[in-house]
């Protein structure tokens, strides 16, 4: 399931209900993303989507991590609008069999999100507010899963 | 026709949304009429990443709009 939304969300309560009535998933994994204050700097995060394709190019890339993963389920939560320091901004869970599958399905959703998911980020700080493109480190990360498999069940470097 | 602007590109023409009648005949020159006279501006829609998407879902190249109820301009994506 993709949402995606403006209001805050408790990622305990989402990952009890996630978890709930599974009898043949083995394994569920999930990360939870937080607005960082940035030792005070960063004053708050607009993010800004397109609903209805921003949700619909996420769900692709659920679907594409479901059958490379052979997962169960997925959930995405992810807000957008202004969010404060130390709000939770995002949230994958994954189910599956086992906890190979589960975990790297997270690590992939969270890369692809993190560089390449419709969203337009503007960090609200004391000196101003600026547009913020992906780190460096974000496409090095979602470059990893890009690389030739050789299994089914590809490993990052 | 309703046409959206994303990120920097809303920034850069001092508006988010705007209505467009009679609706221009393709992405071309729905980019000459919203970029009339702001050379910038003009650039930035042709910009590197920049995408179109046509009701919602993003086109490569021109497209006829016609029929179109929604044209958005999308900046290269950050990620969340």
Do not use: N
């Not at chain 1, 569920?28 to 960063?42: C, K, L, N, Q």
């Not at chain 1, 599958?101 to 600026?130: I, N, Q, T, V």
């Not at chain 2, 879902?57 to 301009?73: K, N, Y």
């Amino acid at each position: 399931m993709i949402r995606l939304q403006t209001a805050a969300f408790d990622p305990g309560a989402e990952l009890s209900s996630f978890c709930a009535g599974r009898i043949e998933s083995g394994a569920v994994a999930s990360f939870v993303g937080i607005a960082r204050g940035e030792g005070g700097e960063a004053t708050a995060l607009e993010l800004e989507a397109y609903p209805g394709l921003t949700e619909a190019e996420i769900g692709k890339m659920a679907a594409a991590a479901s059958k490379r993963f052979s997962l169960d389920d997925v959930l995405v939560i992810h807000r957008h609008g202004a969010i404060a320091p130390g709000e939770p901004i995002v949230m994958v869970a994954t189910a599956a069999a086992h906890r190979r599958e589960a975990f790297e399905a997270c690590d992939y959703l969270m890369d692809y999100l993190k560089s390449r998911a419709p969203f337009w980020k503007k960090e609200h700080g004391r000196g101003g507010a600026r547009w913020v493109e992906p780190t460096q480190r974000d496409l090095d990360d979602i470059a990893r899963w890009d690389e030739p498999r050789e299994s089914p069940r590809a490993k990052p470097r | 026709m309703r046409v959206l602007l994303f990120g920097r590109l809303g920034d850069l023409a001092g508006w988010r949304e705007r209505s467009f009648d009679p609706p221009p005949a393709s992405l071309t020159a729905l980019k000459a009429l919203i970029a009339a006279g702001d050379d910038a501006l003009g650039a930035a829609l042709d910009g590197k990443g920049v995408q179109a998407a046509v009701d919602k879902q993003i086109v490569r190249g021109d497209a006829c709009l016609a029929a179109t109820s929604e044209v958005a301009f999308l900046p290269p994506m950050s990620g969340g």
